[in-house]
């Protein structure tokens, strides 16, 4: 999930600078156990970096933590929400179709500042 182009700390940093996006994040006693960066872009929301710590992955938290991301940014008037997959990271696919999202035959492009 993190790549070295990317720095996580700087990214959460900028997600809870402006006023449409955030970073949400789970806790169990007191102790984060996960977090997602969601994001409205005026057309789309988007969910980055999410993730669950490995102790406590497969007991539906990822799902209530997608499910609170989805609530988040229905509140904010997004239609949809979407996210990116690495393709090295393909196995995750099914996590996300179990919550309802379809693999989109899109290409993403991108370009760096
Ligand atoms: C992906 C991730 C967030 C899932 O969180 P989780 O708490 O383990 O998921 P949940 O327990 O809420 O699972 C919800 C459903 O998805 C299924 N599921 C979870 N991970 C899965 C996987 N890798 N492959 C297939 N199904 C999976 C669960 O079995 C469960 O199914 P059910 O509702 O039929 O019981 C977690 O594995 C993680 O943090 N992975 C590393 C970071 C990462 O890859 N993030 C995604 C970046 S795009």
Redesign the pocket.
Known sequence: ?IRPQNDPVEDFDLALSTSTSTVLILETDQKII?AVVVGFDGHRGW????????D???????????TAAEEWLRHQGAPKAM????RT?S??????E??GYKVEDTLVLGKRF
Not at 56 to 66: A, D, E, P, T
Not at 83 to 86: D, G, I, N, Y
Not at 91 to 96: D, H, L, M, N, S
């Open positions: 999930m996960g969910f980055y970096y999410l993730g669950i710590k490995p406590h992955q497969n007991s539906g938290n990822g799902r209530s933590l997608v996210l990116m997959v690495r990271n196995a995750v696919i099914e996590f996300y179990k919550l």
